[in-house]
């Protein structure tokens, strides 16, 4: 069974810090696409960013650039989301979603693979 397990949430104050992991198991995943998705209660689940195993290339949401970097471990199965300077809007539960391809997607509905969440909550 190919699962992936997030952690690393907690309360921080704004302009903060906070590291989440995401560890894949159950199978291969050497040329997989994962990343990070959020959801806060009444909205729509949000692109985060994304990262290709195969050859590094990144993506990340307009809402979170200069910010947020995400970042692989090859050898460990786990890619990191270091959250920078964290505003009360970053406050959601955060996913971490796998897809068996190179070819960075976007879209909730192109990752058949989820993690059960973290909670990531920003106060002011």
């Known amino acids: 069974q190919v699962q992936v397990v997030e952690s690393g949430g907690g309360l921080v104050q704004a302009g903060g810090s906070l590291r989440l992991s995401c560890t894949a198991s159950?199978?291969?995943?050497?040329?997989?696409?994962m990343a990070w998705f959020r959801q806060s209660p009444g909205k729509a689940r949000e692109f985060v960013s994304a990262i290709s195993r195969a050859n590094g290339n990144t993506k990340y949401g307009d809402s979170v650039k200069g910010r947020f970097t995400i970042s692989v471990d090859n050898s460990k199965n786990t890619i990191y989301l270091q959250m920078n300077n964290l505003k009360p809007e970053d406050t959601a539960v955060y996913y971490c979603?796998?897809?068996?391809?190179?070819?960075?997607?976007?879209?909730?509905?192109?990752?058949?693979?989820w993690g059960q969440g973290t909670q990531v909550t920003v106060s002011s």
């Open positions: 979603a796998a897809r068996s391809t190179t070819i960075i997607q976007t879209v909730a509905r192109a990752f058949p693979v």
């Open positions: 159950g199978g291969t995943f050497n040329t997989y696409t």
